[in-house]
């Protein structure tokens, strides 16, 4: 791993980066920060999580002088928490050497970025819908781009804007350098790259296997009507510290939301609907603990880098083994410990068993926790949060009181009456939510194609290698090793037995699977 000093960067660049309190480079800013500054072309493959903002961002904000007035790099990113997230880290970057850059994305005010865009940003984020709505507007002029990234290429073409990204492309001077990152690399992806880039440089981390397993996982076989309660059950058993649920709809996030916090939990749903004050909101209360579950669909929590995640919770199954994995990424991070529960249905147990085989991991079936086994977690919680107030002590002004109590009244009587208080009444407020349908195996051509293609980081290690490989990495986030390859058709590769079907020896297959076609009606760009 490189140091920072080595790439030889201009001072005001470098002292942004040692205010950031980064100390060295990652694996993937290593490799790519050299080739960017070399002006090539490139194609970045890494997990999220591993700094590839920084990767593109560094060698970018490096090129463009401080006092040009035009915008000079471009960045596109699939939804408008991605398109802020990278604007909040290239603002950090660049602030040093004073560089202007400006998040574009729906939902927001088209006014309010059209005032935006007169202060002469240099650096424009944006997501592919509403840059190309301010490209026919001529409030955004890409004639000076010299650099244009692709951020999460993969999730953008999943959501449906190869044609956008086509057409914004296609309106870019020639003669620029195109960085394309993407967790995945299925056939769409590399058509695109042949299309716009121009000898690309191939980069890639491939997750670093680590025998001690972080994600725990497990599902329960549940029918649809007793999720709920299986739900509560688990959290109360468990008591997360911070949990990611996932719902399949929008309806379903909302209605459970609304479902745990009418049963005293804290609780707050995230989805494409919301507006980004909304979500700006709920993303705020979840770093901080103010909730501790965060309800989400697949979309809304793609990418999101929320540290400290102890718990996710499947409350139904995703449809594909990519989604599968990607959502228990949530957690196990930064080298803590995670467990992933999955609830599934009986109608939905050979849907399981299907991301076990392409996961390549057996997920652990437990038991629905009892009623005192969920009793019994929300005591233990309890007991811990009274001896910490006990060590925090400034406990004065109660003690008169206690020492009186105490006299008269037995103090196991007293600490477990105490504890019953504390735990409040459990709400048992009437829920229904509506039902989902089960996600069923999809029907899978016998001829599908095995991999045999370069994955950044297939499936590794021999023996039931899942764990290993993608656990591995210790910023979690995705495994490379899955690829679907996003064919709108619904046919396409899945064969082989269990055994005989993966060739995944270290990292060189790739299961090539379908996916459904691209789903606009809850992207977010
Ligand atoms: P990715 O795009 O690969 O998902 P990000 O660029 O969002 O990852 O980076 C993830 C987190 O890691 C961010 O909070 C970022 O500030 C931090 N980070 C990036 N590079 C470094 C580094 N070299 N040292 C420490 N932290 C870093
Ligand atoms: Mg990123």
Redesign the pocket.
């Known amino acids: 791993m490189a140091n ?1 000093v080595d790439f030889d960067l201009e001072p005001k660049v470098l002292q942004a ?1 040692t205010e ?7 694996p ?2 290593s490799q790519a920060i050299p080739i960017a500054l070399s002006g090539s072309d490139m194609i970045g493959q ?10 593109f961002g560094i060698p970018m904000i490096s090129k463009i002088a401080r006092e040009e007035e035009k915008i000079s790099a471009l960045v596109m990113a699939p939804t408008r928490e991605l398109a802020i ?2 604007a909040d ?1 290239i603002e950090k970057l660049a602030r040093f050497k004073g560089l202007r850059s400006l998040a574009i994305y729906g939902g927001q005010d088209i006014v309010r970025q059209i005032r935006a865009l007169k202060r002469k940003p240099q650096i424009i984020i944006g997501t592919p819908g509403r840059l190309l709505d301010h490209i026919n507007r001529k409030t955004i002029k890409l004639d000076d781009v010299q650099t244009v990234v692709l ?2 290429a993969d999730e953008m073409l999943d959501m449906g804007f190869m044609d956008d990204i086509q057409s914004i492309l296609k309106l870019v001077p020639e003669e620029r350098q195109t960085l394309l ?1 993407s967790a995945t690399m299925p056939a769409n992806i590399k058509r695109l790259a042949e299309q716009f880039l121009k000898n690309p440089q191939h980069v890639s981390v491939i997750p670093k296997q680590v025998s001690a397993p972080l994600i725990d996982q497990a599902y329960i076989e549940v029918p649809e009507r007793q999720k709920f309660e299986a739900l509560t059950r688990l959290i109360d058993m468990e008591s997360p510290e911070l949990a990611i649920l996932f719902g399949r709809t929008k309806r379903r996030v909302d209605e459970l939301a609304e479902a745990l916090q009418k049963r005293g939990y804290s609780a707050d749903g995230l989805h494409g609907d919301l507006s980004q004050n909304q979500r700006d909101a709920v993303m705020r209360k979840f770093r901080d603990g103010s909730i501790e579950v965060l309800v989400a669909t697949d979309v809304a929590a793609r ?1 999101l ?1 929320v540290s400290g995640v102890s718990h996710v919770i499947n409350f139904d199954l995703p449809q594909d083994p990519e989604s599968y994995v990607h959502r228990i990424g949530r957690t196990g991070r930064a080298g803590k410990e995670g467990k992933a529960w999955s609830f599934v249905t009986p109608r939905e147990l050979d849907h399981l068993n299907f991301i076990e085989r392409v996961t390549r991991h057996k997920i652990a079936r437990k038991p629905l926790p009892t009623m005192s086994e969920a009793i019994e977690g929300k005591q233990r919680i309890l007991a811990e949060r009274l001896l910490e107030v006990v060590q925090d002590g400034e406990l004065n002004e109660y003690k008169a009181i206690a020492i009186q109590m105490l006299e008269q009244f037995d103090s196991v009587n007293l600490l477990s009456a105490a504890m019953k208080l504390m735990t409040g009444e459990k709400k048992d407020a009437k829920i229904e939510l509506t039902p989902e349908d089960p996600v069923r195996a999809k029907r899978r051509k016998p001829s599908g194609s095995y991999g045999g293609g370069r994955s950044g980081g297939g499936y590794k290690g021999g023996s039931g290698g899942y764990k290993g490989g993608y656990k591995g990495g210790s ?1 979690g ?1 995705r495994s490379g090793g899955y690829q679907g390859n996003r064919s709108s058709n619904g046919t396409g590769g899945y064969k082989g037995s269990k055994e005989g079907g993966y060739q995944g020896r270290g990292g060189k297959s790739s299961y090539q699977g379908d996916r459904p076609a691209p789903k606009r009606d809850n992207f977010e760009g």
């Open positions: 920072f980066i950031m309190g980064f100390e060295e480079a990652t993937i800013q890494a997990q999220t999580g591993t700094g590839k903002t920084a990767a997230q990278v880290e951020d999460e990152f990418g880098d910023t986030g």
